[in-house]
């Protein structure tokens, strides 16, 4: 049977060039945890570990910054797989192996999810709150122009 391997596609674009810039590093270091390499798993968790707590804080201060309504709920989500991902390297580093072969199966379907739910609510929100800005001082350049 061959294998259908993970990775970067149309289908996870959201509306926001940046994050889909971030993303596309993390589907490239998730896909990664699927190699058949066992000695060298703990490497490409930690990859993954140090590339998603950079891309989440990234997230959670767009969110701040724009004061994005459902904030809490989508930091919670970030928080949850940060916590799992800590735990899965623990216990894979005590031998559980099968734990990482999991990770790797689940994370693919964990990240299309979020994209779908609440990055792309982020992007949007941000998409909008810029062009709200651009009008807004579009609409002041005119009025200082009319004065
Ligand atoms: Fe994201
Ligand atoms: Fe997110």
Request: overall charge negative; aromatic content about 8%.
């Amino acid at each position: 049977m061959t294998q259908v391997v993970w990775g970067w596609s149309e289908r996870l674009c959201t509306s926001y060039a940046a994050m889909d810039e971030t993303h596309q590093e993390f589907v490239m270091l998730c896909a990664a945890l699927s190699e058949n390499k066992p000695e060298t798993f703990l490497n490409r968790l930690d990859a993954l570990i140090a590339h998603s707590i950079t891309h989440f804080d990234q997230e959670n201060q767009w969110m701040e910054e724009n004061s994005f309504p459902p904030a809490g709920c989508h930091r919670r989500e970030h928080d949850a797989v940060l916590e799992v991902m800590a735990e899965v390297r623990r216990r894979v580093e005590l031998g559980e192996v099968d734990l990482g072969e999991r990770l790797a199966e689940e994370m693919p379907l964990w990240f299309e999810h979020h994209v779908d739910t609440m990055d792309n609510m982020l992007a949007q929100f941000m998409v909008k709150e810029t062009a709200l800005v651009e009008s807004e001082f579009n609409a002041e350049s005119a009025d200082l122009q009319a004065d």
